[in-house]
């Protein structure tokens, strides 16, 4: 009788949903709790994969617990912070630059803003030996530093307003 009794329920559901399975159920509610749980999770998986140099993976739970994590974490400013070394260790200077500037922005005082805006003057430095590298006289390579240095501390926000690649061709044409 047991064995039938699926059976039959599958049998009663083809019937009443016309060969189509039973619709899906509606996804949980999310609440503050689970919501915090997420980002719990999510900071804590991100904190594994940074440890363990996998920068993509932990840019991907940080990205996504930053979003859901609320606004007056403790947590946050070592987000931007991680995050900016993540961006870092990608080679993506400038981006890295605004995200330790997020760092002194919102968690000004933070024990890791003083390490933030120092990590934010490699920003600087990127730009210098960038047009270092490219054989450009000493003068052409503090402009650029100095460029994307300007670029970075012009405005509030975790993305470049301007080309940053044509600033860098700008200069570097001009020097």
């Known amino acids: 009788m047991k064995a039938l009794l699926p059976a039959g ?7 009443l949903f ?21 980002a719990d999770s999510l900071f804590e998986v991100a904190s594994k994969y940074f440890r363990a140099g996998k920068w993509n993976n932990a840019s991907k739970a940080l990205d996504r617990g ?7 974490d403790p947590r946050r400013p070592l987000g931007h912070f991680m995050m900016g070394e993540i961006l870092l260790a990608q080679e993506n200077e400038l981006q890295a630059v605004r995200e330790l500037r997020r760092v002194a922005d919102e968690g000004g005082t933070d024990s890791l803003a003083s390490d933030a805006l120092l990590r934010a003057g490699d ?3 990127a730009g210098f030996l960038y ?3 490219q054989g450009r006289d000493l003068a052409t390579c503090g402009r650029l ?5 300007a670029e970075v501390i012009s ?7 301007a080309d940053v690649r044509a600033l860098a061709a700008g200069v570097l044409a001009a020097g």
Not at 9 to 15: D, E, R
Not at 66 to 72: G, K, P
Not at 145 to 149: Q, R
């Open 9 to 15: 329920l599958v049998a009663l559901s083809a019937c």
């Open 18 to 38: 016309g060969g189509k399975s039973a619709p899906k159920p509606p996804p949980p509610v999310e609440t503050v709790e689970t919501t915090a749980k997420r």
């Open 66 to 72: 930053m979003l859901i994590m609320s606004y007056d």
């Open 123 to 125: 920003a600087y430095a």
């Open 131 to 133: 047009a270092y590298t």
């Open 145 to 149: 530093g100095g460029s994307m240095a």
């Open 155 to 161: 405005h509030y926000g975790a993305r470049p307003l």
